[in-house]
Every structure is written in C-alpha cells, then in structure tokens.
C-alpha cells in the first residue's frame, strides 16, 4: 500500500541500521496502521516517507494482511529496534542523541545503559514550520550523534527527520520511534508478550488508555481494511 517496506529478519534490519549510522545521513520510519492509513488519506506528506532510508514494518497487522497478497513483511517494532540497538555490541562506540524526551527521562535511559555515549538535545513543543521549530532543526543537525532517537508524536518525528536532510545534516541515521524510551525507562508499559503474538498490542493499549487510544483503533483504524482491498485486492490505487 505505497510503502516499500525493508526485507530481513531482525539482526540484518539492526545490522543496516548499525553501518546507516557510520555513512551519509538517512532516516529510518517504522509505519505502522495508523501511519499507512494517514500517508494514504493525505495526511501526511508523501515526501517524508519516500525520503526515508528505511521503512520498516512496525505492526503485526500489516503483515498479515500483506500475507493475504502472498508477501512477508519482516516486523520489527521501533522500541525493540531501539532496545536491540543500545545492547548491541555493533553500535558500542557511537553516540545516541536523544530528541524527545524530558531531562529526567534522558537521566534515567542513562543511568539504564552507563557503558553508552548520550547526548540530550533539547524538543520543545513544536509546529513545524515556526521559528521553533527551525531552531531545533538547526540545532539538531548540528549536534553531535551518530544515531538520533527521535521520540516525538508522528507524523511530527517523521518530519523532523526529513528535515533534517533538507538541513543538510551530513552523517548518521535518525530513527522516528516514538515511546521507544518510555517503554525502556518503565515510564509506560509494552503490552504483555502473549497479546504481542497475537497481534493485540492495540487493544492493550486501548484498554490502558482508553480516551487516548479510542479514536485511534476504534473509528480510524479499521479504514485500513477498505484501502487494503481497494489498492491491493481490487488495484485501485
């Protein structure tokens, strides 16, 4: 449905984004229903995704549907990709900017992972576009990182990042992976493992947070069913 979503398993999807981090800058998205379905409406800029070095697969639905078209996609969900990343002995010399999250979260992923390089760069609320906006841009291109967590909501991370290209940010690869840190600090919950194998993360995270989650997986997100029959089913792209 628009994407062209990486293929490998877990390690050689790590394992690119290791040696992304040592070459000219790119970025990585992980699309998810609720993006595929916003870049599909027009929601979100065209650009942002097709700029993307990477675009992996961040949602067990997806991929069951794509099978129904006789294809594998490889799922590799953001805050595991960020998790596999800073124990992996591929990435133990880089530094990891961390855009996003409050001084006191980057404190606690810190003190998680004493033996890794951080640095924090500053995400006020931000609207693309505004003087702010810019600014942390500009601030972010120049900083020091050889991998950028950006943790921001989407599609603003996403953008970011491609900002960042259009900043002309030299090296190193950004990874829009939203609540990754969070989950690692503990400061929300990834759901139980038996809801991940049974693609049921949505629902656990629409029992946990209800007025959040609601229009998200209960009036938006079953469209995701009509486009795919219309694009992949009845080729109505």
Known sequence: MTLDFAD??????LARVAAMARE????VVTPNVDHVIKLMDGRVEPDVYNGAALK?????VLAHLARLRGKTLAVY???DMTADLLASPLTGDLTIG????????FGELAERYPSRRFTFIDAPVLTPGTP???AAVDEAARAEWDVLLACISFPKQESFAHALSVAGRKQGVALCVGASVDFL????????RLYQQ?????????MTQPRRMFRRYVLEGPAIFGLFIRHEVLGRG
Request: aromatic share 10%.
């Open 24 to 27: 000219p800058y790119g970025y």
């Open 132 to 134: 702010g906006w810019i």
């Open 56 to 60: 992996v697969c961040d949602s067990r």
């Open 8 to 13: 490998g398993d877990r390690p050689a999807l």
């Open 98 to 105: 961390v855009f996003g999250p409050d001084r006191a979260a």
């Open 77 to 79: 969900p953001g805050s």
């Open 185 to 192: 600090t503990g400061r929300q919950q990834r759901a139980p």
């Open 198 to 206: 049974l693609s049921l993360e949505w629902l656990h995270r629409l």
